[in-house]
């Protein structure tokens, strides 16, 4: 495997251990970061080899001199309320600077919506379904989990609203990520029929296109 920094427009920055750079790449944005993840397999997933602890746990002590927001429990499939909703409230309460997610698609789709909805003044969902352009979006950095959706080098997202039973393929050149950290070993502890999952949407992503 060779590791490789390549940036057109989201900078990608692949291969084992290269999340070593994080502290780097997140003080070019700002101090105060809202940090997004699902269910909590980041927290079980080695940070990296020779180094101890679980992602969730480097993660949070290479940020430890940073005003970090947790918005935890994301879903696949990404929920606009509660976790776009919340995500947003967060982000403007605490005059957030950026988004760092951890996890699948599910949950940098999330944050997607979360980035454009905390530079509006109004209802997200004007956004999500394009009654309103948006003219800003918070700097988004990720750290991907999975390889599935691609969502780690596009601007777009997939959100769900389950009371009005709408899901929405919402694109935006703003919220292509700044900053894309793919470390392949986070994949190996992904289950065999989740993998087959990420396998099939990869496809199936390519075909559309």
Same mark, same amino acid.
């Given at each position: 495997?060779?590791?490789?920094?390549?940036?057109?427009?989201?900078?990608? /920055?692949?291969?084992?251990?290269?999340?070593?750079?994080?502290?780097?790449?997140?003080?070019?944005?700002?101090?105060?970061?809202?940090?997004?993840?699902?269910?909590?397999?980041?927290?079980? /997933?080695?940070?990296?080899?020779?180094?101890?602890?679980?992602?969730?746990?480097?993660?949070?002590?290479?940020?430890?001199?940073?005003?970090?927001?947790?918005?935890?429990?994301?879903?696949?499939?990404?929920?606009?309320?509660?976790?776009?909703?919340?995500?947003?409230?967060?982000?403007?309460?605490?005059?957030?600077?950026? /988004?760092?997610?951890?996890?699948?698609?599910?949950?940098?789709?999330?944050?997607?919506?979360?980035?454009?909805?905390?530079?509006?003044?109004?209802?997200?969902?004007?956004?999500?379904?394009?009654?309103?352009?948006?003219?800003?979006?918070?700097?988004?950095?990720?750290?991907?989990?999975?390889?599935?959706?691609?969502?780690?080098?596009?601007?777009?997202?997939?959100?769900?609203?389950?009371?009005?039973?709408?899901? /929405?393929?919402?694109?935006?050149?703003?919220?292509?990520?700044?900053?894309?950290?793919?470390?392949?070993?986070?994949?190996?502890?992904?289950?065999?029929?989740?993998?087959?999952?990420?396998?099939?949407?990869?496809?199936?992503?390519?075909?559309?296109?």
């Amino acid at each position: 495997m060779q590791n490789f920094d390549y940036q057109t427009p989201t900078r990608l /920055i692949f291969g084992e251990g290269v999340v070593e750079k994080l502290q780097k790449v997140m003080s070019a944005f700002g101090k105060k970061v809202l940090l997004t993840y699902g269910g909590g397999s980041i927290k079980k /997933i080695p940070a990296f080899r020779g180094k101890a602890g679980s992602l969730y746990d480097y993660v949070r002590e290479t940020l430890k001199d940073f005003e970090v927001v947790e918005l935890s429990g994301i879903q696949p499939n990404p929920k606009y309320d509660p976790s776009v909703l919340e995500g947003v409230r967060l982000c403007k309460e605490h005059k957030v600077d950026v /988004i760092l997610s951890v996890g699948g698609g599910s949950v940098l789709d999330c944050s997607k919506a979360i980035a454009a909805g905390a530079c509006y003044d109004g209802d997200p969902w004007d956004l999500i379904s394009y009654k309103v352009k948006a003219q800003a979006a918070l700097p988004i950095v990720d750290i991907i989990t999975l390889a599935a959706t691609g969502s780690e080098y596009d601007c777009g997202g997939v959100i769900s609203r389950t009371e009005t039973n709408d899901k /929405i393929g919402y694109l935006d050149r703003h919220l292509f990520p700044a900053v894309s950290f793919l470390d392949p070993t986070y994949t190996f502890s992904v289950s065999r029929k989740q993998t087959a999952a990420g396998i099939a949407d990869a496809m199936n992503h390519t075909i559309e296109q």
